[in-house]
């Protein structure tokens, strides 16, 4: 098998050369000198807990207040621009027809590879998406002329906040268990590891070369 100097798949097999060449690297550094192992993980497990990295994105932030201060004139702007999109929407999607629609899509996107019906669809799901949002805003621009407080009760419930980081905290707690085997037996595993990454890097060669 022989794979195309310059391809992406090329140099992801490079990548995983180089990878299973540093692992080689690790694997006879744990049978030489084991006793180095203690610095080496000291440095990488250094703990990084993402949930403090996405901490300030995960706090809810109101901006109903300000967008409901004036309801009666974001109504209105709202409702007079759907109402726009959608009449002009009808009147463009009236004289395209769904194959039509696929072609304008294929030649706006010409670096993706996709069949004529698989453009037809993606055509005919754009132009859904597009009626069913303006026919919401007209909604929502009604309700916020003539129905403020049902509107009102429905941000409330939309609004409802969950936070992610609670639902992820048993993910993010730091796991040693397969250090302190490596530890017990560094010899062994770097054994383990020199074989298996001198394998791979073999064959991934071979995959490079061709058979």
Do not use: C
Not at 100 to 129: K, P
């Amino acid at each position: 098998m022989s794979i195309t100097p310059g391809s992406t798949f090329y140099y992801l097999i490079l990548f995983l050369i180089f990878g299973n060449l540093f692992a080689f690297f690790i694997g006879v550094l744990m049978i030489a000198a084991p006793q180095r192992l203690g610095d080496l993980f000291r440095i990488s497990n250094r703990w990084i807990s993402t949930r403090r990295m996405t901490k300030p994105l995960e706090k809810p932030r109101q901006h109903d207040r300000a967008m409901l201060r004036y309801p009666r004139v974001l109504g209105a702007i709202m409702l007079a621009s759907a109402a726009l999109i959608l009449i002009k929407g009808i009147i463009f999607i009236s004289g395209v027809s769904a194959a039509d629609g696929g072609r304008l899509l294929a030649r706006l996107y010409s670096g993706v590879n996709l069949s004529a019906v698989a453009w037809e669809v993606m055509w005919v799901t754009l132009i859904t998406i597009i009626l069913l949002g303006a026919i919401l805003a007209i909604v929502v621009g009604l309700m916020s002329l003539f129905k403020l407080g049902k509107l009102k009760h429905w941000a409330e419930s939309a609004n409802r906040w969950v936070s992610t980081r609670q639902l992820t905290k048993p993910l993010d707690m730091p796991h040693y268990h397969l250090d302190k085997m490596v530890s017990a037996k560094p010899q062994l595993w770097g054994g383990v590891i020199t074989a298996l990454s001198l394998f791979s890097s073999l064959v991934l060669w071979w995959f490079v070369l061709g058979a």
